[in-house]
């Protein structure tokens, strides 16, 4: 039986390097020794990944962040993302404090990916969604609506990485990839779309709702 750790592999690697340093350090007799344990600790708790409970409707959008909603724009197009007409947008900033691995959005299949180079501005400024290095991945669910969700690297977030593949088919809140050292999400959804969150609005990947298709469908 597979056992799931609490924690990223890359965590566990990483957190692995640093303990056998510090073991080394000790053995020396260098107070360095304890730092090393420290940061070892500290790495785990970055690199946390807790299990989620999702909802069980189909038709929701989930946040595929934990965070804090920073801004909330309807009306943008993207078109360096490909995107015209209009979508709204919803910003989550992720700080150093919360946990950095992403979560699909909805149940459906990945259409397409495209990875932007770029450059690392502060992502809670705008331009961070034009000229910051970013991963967009598009989905489209049975029900044929599409959602877009943008990984962006930021002035610590220097890596991005992504654990699927175009043409998979995902569950809704299954794990994605990670960003490292504070980062932000941006979601496109259809312009019609009723946005379930505010502003400021605390984010939990895998179960805070962001809207739901049902209530566009049923005239809500």
């Given at each position: 039986m597979d056992v799931k750790l609490?924690?990223?592999?890359?965590?566990?690697?990483i957190a692995f390097v640093i303990f056998i340093v510090a073991v080394l350090m000790g053995s020396l007799?260098?107070?360095?020794?304890w730092l090393g344990f420290l940061m070892t600790a500290g790495c785990l708790a970055f690199f946390r990944d807790p299990e989620r409970?999702?909802?069980?409707?189909?038709?929701?959008?989930?946040?595929?962040?934990?965070?804090?909603?920073?801004?909330?724009t309807t009306g943008v197009p993207a078109e360096e993302l490909g995107l015209y007409g209009e979508w709204k947008k919803i910003s989550i900033f992720m700080s150093v404090f919360n946990v950095h691995v992403n979560r699909a959005p909805v149940t459906?299949?990945?259409?397409?990916?495209?990875?932007?180079?770029?450059?690392?501005?502060?992502?809670?400024?705008?331009?961070?969604?034009?000229?910051?290095?970013?991963?967009?991945?598009f989905m489209r669910t049975p029900e044929d609506n599409r959602v877009v969700f943008v990984q962006i690297a930021g002035l610590?977030?220097?890596?991005?990485?992504?654990?699927?593949t175009e043409?998979?088919?995902?569950?809704?809140?299954?794990r994605i990839g990670?960003?490292?050292?504070?980062?932000?999400?941006?979601?496109?959804?259809?312009?019609?779309?009723d946005i379930l969150v505010e502003e400021g609005q605390i984010t939990v990947a895998g179960e805070t709702v962001l809207t739901d298709f049902s209530r566009k469908e049923i005239g809500e």
């Open positions: 609490p924690f990223d592999k890359d965590g566990c690697r007799g260098t107070n360095m020794g409970v999702h909802p069980s409707k189909k038709s929701v959008v989930i946040s595929p962040a934990d965070g804090i909603v920073l801004k909330i459906g299949v990945i259409e397409r990916m495209l990875y932007i180079p770029g450059r690392f501005f502060n992502v809670t400024l705008d331009k961070a969604s034009e000229y910051n290095e970013r991963r967009a991945t610590l977030a220097r890596r991005i990485r992504c654990d699927v043409g998979q088919e995902l569950e809704l809140g299954q990670i960003i490292r050292f504070g980062s932000r999400v941006d979601v496109y959804l259809p312009k019609d779309s």
